[in-house]
């Protein structure tokens, strides 16, 4: 058997191997029903009947009811009671906050979830055809013209050996494109979530950055026009403008086709444009579901109006740190106060004891260029300072030269022309081991930051080790402390990441960070994977840690309102140059250049109550029968 490359489209049973495992043909399922289940979410009233590419009769494109899920050695469900149904070119948006089943109720509608996991359901149907019990072989045929499935994690789902355009052949070859076909529909599916393919389809997954990546996998989803694509976060590493575009492209096949879309988001905003039909998710359960105009509009359960209320939304303003919030204060017992001057100490040495004003400028970076030989420089002529106590935030669009930037101010990168000066030092004068505790990085991705065998407690004590920071008989007690910091329990000390949520993971790697007493912390996109109560406690910690220990912020994110929360001043980049910067809420209000404008203008909003609909034609061409374009 032939292995497509993207686990995006396991057409031929990339993805389903989980369930080629001895025991995993054993149907595992029942038709016994549940008691009180959830109403089914009624189709849209204007939904039309849909065209044979899919289906010659106007049924559900998928309907589920009662469905659980248990995964192995698990003593409670996973979920329970899902019930949902689909309408040929309708668009569903299940939200919820991390661990409340949005992924496994995914993973369960496409036969994608690990061997040995239990699955009940009292009825599971796509385009009529009954899925209870489905065998391996079902799912393969199904995965493909049927069922797109689009994972978050863009670098799980692209092969690190095969370009892009190559990749994508592959997945029109399973599915029984046409050779004399492949090359153009390649094109036309890569300009579609604006990826030229002269340019990008030659590269490999990790020649492109994250958003690119993404794009390529909703490219590869949409390639054969499948009945129903479930993308589980597809956006969630895109800036504004990029998840504009994608989700525009996702709107318009939906628009010009019968295709429906189940699309998983922990972005409210996203879900109010996108969806007709909204679930929230709780615990593995459904606690609401109906039309999202209503449901935005008047939630009657107190967990949605609950998440309503943490979604950024521009117009909020900054935050300010909690009333028992008192500057000053250390995480560990007798040492320096964080963001202390360190003029005069040794490249090595701890910082000595000298308080830093307010107006304390920390880094300051001077016409900062970097060039990779690409279209254009990585960086050019950035100029920024990072002061004790304030934040300075980077936006723009992928490839913009926002991480470029960050990893020149780290040391990580040398950069081609400028000058970085740490408290007035050339930044090259520092040693690594004092460069690395005076300036901290925190990653978007907290699980690969954090060694997946280390227990929380080894995962804070290892810098405190590694810097000689306190005695091994304290360095229990600053754990603690610093375990308080970021609002997490004791209990938690024995286990792995694995073992936390996502929420708990960036808190570990928050606490970890700050463990070394640093002047400067770097975030990259330290919130764009959470969902937005997560999100909006990891905000408010970082505001509170900013005032409690006086750190001068870099903050990078794709995300405006986000940015307005957290940032005293904003940087916008465009390839490679900063286009316009100042104070954050005058750049926003008043934004002066174009494209800071442009992303304005993406940014989902709560202030209207009409679902986006794309106004123009399908930017692709669609299918209309079975056998179009294919052999």
């Given at each position: 058997m032939t292995l497509t490359d993207f686990l995006a489209?396991?057409?031929?049973?990339?993805?389903?191997?989980?369930?080629?495992k001895p025991g995993a043909d054993k149907p595992g399922a029942d038709k016994t029903g549940f008691d009180q289940p959830i109403s089914p979410i009624a189709t849209p009233a204007h939904t039309s009947t849909p065209t044979p590419a899919h289906t010659s009769t106007p049924t559900s494109v998928l309907e589920v009811s009662g469905l659980s899920v248990t995964y192995p050695r698990a003593a409670t469900s996973a979920i329970s009671d899902v019930s949902l149904s689909i309408a040929p070119g309708g668009t569903v948006a299940i939200v919820g906050e991390s661990g409340s089943g949005k992924s496994t109720t995914a993973a369960a509608l496409t036969g994608?979830?690990?061997?040995?996991?239990?699955?009940?359901?009292?009825?599971?149907?796509?385009?009529?055809?009954?899925?209870?019990?489905?065998?391996?072989?079902?799912?393969?045929?199904?995965?493909?013209?049927?069922?797109?499935?689009?994972?978050?994690?863009?670098?799980?789902?692209?092969?690190?050996?095969?370009?892009?355009?190559?990749?994508?052949?592959?997945?029109?070859?399973?599915?029984?494109?046409?050779?004399?076909?492949?090359?153009?529909?390649?094109?036309?599916?890569?300009?579609?979530?604006?990826?030229?393919?002269?340019?990008?389809?030659?590269?490999?997954?990790?020649?492109?950055?994250?958003?690119?990546?993404?794009?390529?996998?909703?490219?590869?989803?949409?390639?054969?026009?499948?009945?129903?694509?479930?993308?589980?976060?597809?956006?969630?590493?895109?800036?504004?403008?990029?998840?504009?575009?994608?989700?525009?492209?996702?709107?318009?096949?939906?628009?010009?086709?019968?295709?429906?879309?189940?699309?998983?988001?922990?972005?409210?905003?996203?879900?109010?444009?996108?969806?007709?039909?909204?679930?929230?998710?709780?615990?593995?359960?459904?606690?609401?579901?109906?039309?999202?105009?209503?449901?935005?509009?008047?939630?009657?359960?107190?967990?949605?109006?609950?998440?309503?209320?943490?979604?950024?939304?521009?117009?909020?303003?900054?935050?300010?740190?909690?009333?028992?919030?008192?500057?000053?204060?250390?995480?560990?017992?007798?040492?320096?106060?964080?963001?202390?001057?360190?003029?005069?100490?040794?490249?090595?040495?701890?910082?000595?004891?000298?308080?830093?004003?307010?107006?304390?400028?920390?880094?300051?970076?001077?016409?900062?260029?970097?060039?990779?030989?690409?279209?254009?420089?990585?960086?050019?002529?950035?100029?920024?300072?990072?002061?004790?106590?304030?934040?300075?935030?980077?936006?723009?669009?992928?490839?913009?030269?926002?991480?470029?930037?960050?990893?020149?101010?780290?040391?990580?990168?040398?950069?081609?022309?400028?000058?970085?000066?740490?408290?007035?030092?050339?930044?090259?004068?520092?040693?690594?081991?004092?460069?690395?505790?005076?300036?901290?990085?925190?990653?978007?991705?907290?699980?690969?930051?954090?060694?997946?065998?280390?227990?929380?407690?080894?995962?804070?004590?290892?810098?405190?080790?590694?810097?000689r920071i306190g005695t091994r008989r304290d360095r229990p007690v600053r754990v603690r402390d610093l375990l308080g910091f970021v609002a997490l329990d004791e209990s938690l000390l024995g286990r792995t990441p694995r073992e936390l949520s996502g929420g708990q993971r960036q808190r570990l790697a928050i606490a970890r960070a700050i463990a070394v007493e640093p002047e400067v912390l770097i975030l990259d996109e330290p919130v764009s994977a959470l969902d937005v109560q997560v999100q909006s406690q990891i905000l408010r910690l970082l505001v509170d840690l900013q005032q409690r220990l006086g750190l001068a912020y870099l903050f990078i994110s794709h995300d405006l309102a986000v940015i307005e929360q957290i940032a005293d001043q904003v940087l916008v980049m465009k390839d490679g140059l900063v286009v316009e910067s100042g104070d954050t809420a005058m750049v926003l209000r008043e934004s002066a250049h174009p494209y800071t404008r442009t992303l304005l203008d993406a940014v989902p909003r709560f202030d209207s109550t009409a679902v986006t609909r794309p106004a123009t034609r399908p930017a692709i061409r669609l299918a209309t029968s079975i056998g179009v374009d294919h052999a």
């Open positions: 489209w396991p057409a031929s049973g990339a993805g389903t191997e989980l369930l080629d994608l979830l690990p061997a040995g996991t239990a699955v009940h359901a009292a009825t599971h149907s796509h385009l009529g055809e009954d899925l209870v019990g489905a065998k391996p072989r079902t799912w393969q045929r199904i995965l493909g013209t049927g069922i797109a499935y689009v994972p978050q994690d863009a670098g799980a789902g692209l092969n690190p050996v095969r370009t892009i355009a190559s990749g994508l052949a592959e997945t029109l070859t399973v599915n029984g494109y046409a050779r004399p076909r492949i090359g153009s529909r390649v094109a036309e599916v890569l300009d579609a979530v604006g990826l030229d393919t002269a340019e990008h389809g030659r590269r490999y997954p990790h020649e492109l950055s994250g958003g690119q990546r993404q794009r390529v996998l909703i490219a590869n989803a949409i390639a054969a026009d499948p009945a129903l694509i479930i993308a589980d976060e597809p956006t969630s590493a895109l800036d504004a403008t990029v998840q504009k575009q994608v989700l525009d492209v996702l709107s318009e096949l939906v628009a010009g086709s019968s295709t429906a879309l189940l699309l998983i988001t922990h972005d409210l905003g996203v879900a109010k444009e996108r969806a007709e039909d909204l679930i929230v998710m709780r615990s593995g359960r459904i606690v609401e579901a109906g039309r999202t105009r209503s449901i935005i509009a008047s939630p009657s359960r107190e967990y949605t109006r609950a998440l309503l209320t943490a979604a950024p939304n521009l117009g909020g303003g900054r935050l300010r740190p909690s009333a028992d919030i008192a500057p000053g204060r250390s995480p560990t017992v007798g040492a320096p106060t964080v963001g202390a001057s360190t003029v005069g100490a040794s490249a090595d040495q701890s910082p000595t004891e000298v308080t830093a004003t307010d107006a304390e400028v920390v880094l300051r970076a001077t016409d900062i260029a970097r060039d990779f030989g690409g279209p254009h420089p990585a960086v050019k002529r950035l100029g920024v300072e990072l002061t004790a106590g304030r934040t300075v935030g980077i936006v723009g669009e992928s490839g913009s030269g926002k991480t470029t930037t960050a990893r020149i101010l780290l040391g990580a990168e040398r950069p081609d022309a400028g000058t970085i000066e740490l408290h007035d030092r050339e930044l090259s004068t520092y040693g690594a081991k004092g460069l690395g505790r005076r300036i901290r990085y925190v990653h978007q991705d907290s699980s690969a930051a954090l060694d997946p065998n280390y227990t929380v407690e080894k995962i804070l004590t290892e810098p405190l080790r590694g810097h």
